[in-house]
């Protein structure tokens, strides 16, 4: 899984909105040290934030927010989500299982800092994610079957932009499936992460063109485009944008219980917003 | 069901938002927005539960101003097509099995690849989500046979889909004033100083 693209745009959000959606990114920073130790809480990310927001709009109740303290920060006060464990349990899970594998992936192919920076932090997470896995192997499964799918395509040097994607987009299908029991709501989950997913790895391989052509890295648009960026640009933009549109029809025919605005604020701001400063290199503000 | 939740508006609304609201959702789970999509039949459904929850509103506010035009359920049977070279793979298309109807695909070769040899295989890769590649085979089989409306109108589909621009929004241009409205304003400026009798000065 590729990290920080899916971040909201908080100059569109409702005050009460924001402040809900940092509630759940901090819930999910204490769900972190709760469970796999304080020092886990550094790879809290947004990505898995968001996959915290959708696995609480998903739940029949809400206990809503109470005030604590940031463990960080002493002086500062943050407001917490009451209880919604089981929520913030699988995206916590989430957390430590794709750094994990990407840790995994590092240690298999990466320079050599890389690998001895990786190879440090590696007893931890061994352990962690054992306790993750044990907790919810289904999404440590959907992980563990990116990885190995990821590390056959990009071994393939005519690999198409869709079968490299692939991979990513399956395993958000099916992390974000395990969400609900409701079969219909299975469905729409199903593609609406499998669009997301393919989004971010995307997003994430359009950011690392120039990088990726000048290392000869693995990059499906540098395989299907050569090291012209500049013409192709349009192409780039559309496929990523037909990736929002199924992600936002999806999106549309779900119902969920709470933190639409949050979703919404992502699908209608946040992710396109990201997509043109990166294809565009447009300030972000 | 309270047809007012699903249309999303308060009892007390008046007609005209009744209305706009229904337009909306019509909008929102139109079938032309589902065309191809594996999600077809739950958008079908919503439209439904839309239609009977403004019928029902309609109906007991009467004499209203809210007029029972609900959007017909549109002719969306893939039926359409008479004679086809693949019956087997439409058919396994349309069950889901997308990997036995490729396997048929690839089965064919040489002049057997005709249009809708290549719209078909733009049919699969769509379901599967291969979005680039179903889109090329899309513009393949288009180009063979440029006259097909089912080609024609799945290749639209996605077109209009590799443009996302969601409610309108647009980060560019979003504030600040162009050229354009330097220069009308100028203009405006400029005829209200004739209209009282200012000449010359500006």
């Known amino acids: 899984m590729v990290f920080g693209f899916v971040t909201v745009d908080k100059s569109e959000m409702l005050g009460k909105d924001f402040d809900a959606y940092k509630a759940i990114y901090c819930s999910l920073c204490k769900q972190l040290g709760k ?172 950011n690392d063109y120039e990088d990726d052509v000048k290392k000869g890295n693995f990059n499906p648009y540098v395989i299907a485009y050569g090291d012209d960026k500049a013409s192709h640009i349009k192409d780039i933009n559309a496929s990523l944008d037909h990736c929002l549109s199924e992600c936002l029809l999806s999106y549309n025919l779900l119902e969920v219980k709470r933190f639409d605005r949050i979703i919404e604020n992502l699908l209608f701001y946040g992710l396109p917003k990201k997509q043109k400063s990166v294809l565009y290199k447009e300030n972000e503000k | ?71 017909s359920q549109s002719s969306y049977n893939n039926s359409g097509y008479t004679n086809t070279s693949f019956p087997d793979v439409r058919r396994l298309i349309k069950e889901g099995r997308l990997d036995d109807a490729m396997q048929i695909l690839n089965g064919v070769s040489g002049t057997g690849r005709n249009a809708e040899w290549y719209f078909l295989m733009g049919m699969i890769f769509s379901r599967k989500g291969w979005t680039e590649q179903a889109y090329s085979y899309f513009q393949t089989a288009c180009r063979m046979e440029p006259n097909n409306q089912e080609f024609m109108s799945a290749l639209n589909n996605m077109n209009a889909r590799r443009h996302y621009n969601p409610s309108g929004y647009n980060t560019a241009n979003s504030s600040g004033c162009s050229i354009c409205d330097v220069c009308t304003t100028l203009i405006c400026l400029d005829c209200m100083c004739d209209c009282c009798g200012g000449n010359g000065c500006c």
């Open chain 1, 35 to 206: 469970e796999y130790t304080f020092l886990s809480r550094f790879i809290l990310s947004y990505d898995c934030t968001f996959y915290a927001v959708m696995a609480l709009s998903l739940e029949d109740s809400c206990s809503g927010f109470c005030v604590g303290r940031c463990k960080f920060n002493p002086l500062k006060k943050c407001n917490y989500l009451k209880s919604n464990e089981e929520s913030l349990s699988k995206a916590a899970a989430l957390s430590i299982i794709s750094v994990y594998y990407k840790l995994v992936d590092n240690i298999a192919d990466g320079g050599f800092f890389e690998k001895l920076y990786c190879y440090c932090l590696m007893p931890f997470f061994s352990v962690w994610h054992k306790k993750a896995k044990k907790k919810f192997p289904k999404i440590e499964s959907a992980v563990a079957q990116m990885s190995k799918a990821q590390f056959e395509a990009e071994r393939d040097i005519t690999c198409s932009i869709d079968k490299a994607a692939d991979p990513t987009a399956t395993m958000l299908s099916k992390v974000l499936q395990i969400l609900t029991d409701n079969e219909e709501k299975r469905r729409i989950l199903s593609a609406y992460g499998y669009f997301l997913g393919k989004w971010i790895y995307l997003i994430d391989a359009a």
């Open chain 2, 1 to 71: 069901m309270n047809p007012y939740q699903v249309l999303g508006v308060a009892e007390t609304a008046t007609d005209a938002e009744v209305k706009t609201a229904y337009r909306e959702l019509a909008k929102k789970y139109h079938p032309d927005n589902y065309a191809d999509s594996p999600l077809a039949d739950l958008a079908e459904q919503k439209m439904k539960e839309v239609n009977e929850a403004y019928d029902m509103i309609c109906d007991m506010r009467k004499n209203g101003g809210a007029s029972r035009s609900t959007y």
